[in-house]
């Protein structure tokens, strides 16, 4: 069967190929230069949000492993629960640490 493969064979593959060009050019989102969780938040936000991943690739900052806006975005999408960060009020180094920290010192 093999021996019997002609031109119009890999004619058939590349005709199918190149009419898929423009399916991937309009209907991937772009991946360049993002982190993995930057391109988990584009495909939660399209699914979220209703719209086309495209889109919310477009709409969505480039963090480019900026730790805190990733950090906002699990939270915002709910990969993450939010932390409750240590506030310094002047003169109180207690405010915001658990009990156990409080008994260490």
Do not use: H
């Not at 093999?2 to 989102?29: K, S, V």
């Not at 938040?41 to 963090?63: C, D, N, Q, R």
Request: charged share 25%; hydrophobic share 40%; with cysteine.
């Amino acid at each position: 069967m093999i021996d019997r493969i002609g031109w119009g064979t890999y004619l058939f593959f590349g005709a199918m190929n190149a009419c898929f060009l423009p399916i991937i050019y309009f209907f991937y989102p772009e991946t360049k230069m993002r982190s993995l969780e930057e391109i988990d938040f584009i495909f939660a936000k399209g699914f979220t949000e209703k719209k086309s991943y495209v889109m919310a690739g477009k709409e969505l900052p480039m963090m480019a492993g900026d730790a805190s806006a990733i950090e906002k975005m699990m939270v915002q999408y709910g990969f993450a629960e939010p932390t409750r960060r240590d506030l310094s009020v002047a003169g109180s180094s207690t405010v915001g640490t658990s009990s156990e920290e409080t008994k260490l010192e």
